[in-house]
């Protein structure tokens, strides 16, 4: 007999048999697929939501062994206010994921040198805030802005006393560069995150590379203002 008609006489049989009879045809045949399909379809449901509901980041601030303070949302929300974010179509990161201890090579500091040279590369990155001793780490005059490019004259006078400077020769290059300011004294940021190992302050750094230094600029303003 042709395997079509055996599988017709198999249906045919199943429609008059009894309703545990038909469950188990359910389970042998069709349970599976079925599973199969409803888990890809609602995989693809979440990557299509995930792909028009991302938002490109405006503003991403990598903040160094740093702790947010409970129900801190209202720092990110009055940094947007002020610097102009509209952040129903743009995100805003303060990313409090990254702990670093100098001369370790524990896993916490092996996985933020590896995320931080990702978010550099890839251009993602636009601010570094961490302890003094963490920042001197990291500061580097290639890699952080000359913050007399992207101040006014009038920023650079007011915030002469904060500015962090780094001695180029160490770099092989000459001069001396003012590649962060010392932030420790904002109130804001004092009231929204607590960062540890800051007893020699809390500084902050432009990406040379960022793509939003205007915004970076803004948050300088909004720290110390």
């Given at each position: 007999m042709?395997?079509m008609?055996?599988?017709r006489e198999?249906?045919a049989?199943?429609k008059?048999?009894t309703?545990?009879?038909?469950?188990?045809y359910?389970?042998?045949?069709?349970?599976?697929?079925?599973?199969?399909t409803v888990?890809?379809?609602?995989?693809?449901?979440?990557?299509l939501?995930?792909?028009?509901?991302?938002?490109?980041?405006?503003f991403?601030?990598?903040?160094?062994?740093c702790?947010?303070y409970?129900?801190?949302?209202?720092?990110?929300?009055?940094?947007?206010?002020?610097a102009?974010?509209?952040?129903?179509?743009e995100?805003?990161?303060?990313?409090?994921?990254?702990y670093?201890?100098?001369?370790?090579?524990d896993?916490d500091?092996l996985i933020?040198v590896?995320k931080?040279?990702?978010?550099v590369?890839?251009g993602?990155?636009d601010?570094?805030?961490?302890?003094?001793d963490?920042?001197?780490?990291?500061?580097?005059?290639?890699?952080?802005?000359?913050?007399?490019?992207?101040?006014t004259?009038?920023?650079?006078e007011?915030?002469?006393?904060?500015l962090?400077?780094?001695?180029?020769a160490?770099?092989?290059?000459?001069?001396?560069?003012?590649?962060?300011?010392?932030?420790?004294?904002?109130?804001?940021?004092n009231?929204a995150?607590y960062?540890?190992?800051?007893?020699?302050?809390i500084?902050?750094?432009i990406?040379?590379?960022?793509s939003?230094?205007?915004?970076a600029?803004?948050?300088?303003d909004?720290?110390?203002?």
């Open positions: 042709p395997v008609d055996e599988f198999e249906r049989a199943i008059q048999g309703f545990r009879q038909k469950y188990q359910f389970k042998d045949y069709y349970r599976t697929p079925l599973i199969i888990l890809a379809l609602a995989l693809i449901g979440v990557l939501y995930n792909f028009m509901t991302r938002k490109d980041y405006a991403y601030a990598a903040l160094i062994n702790s947010p409970p129900e801190n949302e209202w720092f990110s929300d009055d940094y947007a206010s002020v102009g974010i509209d952040t129903d179509r995100a805003i990161c303060f990313d409090t994921s990254l670093y201890v100098l001369d370790s090579m896993q500091s933020t590896q931080l040279d990702t978010l590369l890839s993602t990155l601010v570094m805030l961490g302890g003094g963490e920042f001197a780490h990291y500061a580097n005059p290639l890699l952080f802005t000359d913050l007399r490019e992207v101040l004259k009038e920023q650079l007011k915030y002469e006393p904060y962090y400077y780094v001695d180029g160490e770099f092989d290059i000459e001069g001396s560069f003012p590649v962060a300011i010392y932030v420790d004294s904002s109130k804001k940021l009231d995150y960062f540890r190992n800051a007893e020699n302050g500084a902050l750094g990406y040379a590379n960022s939003h230094k205007e915004y600029v803004s948050l300088i909004y720290l110390m203002e």
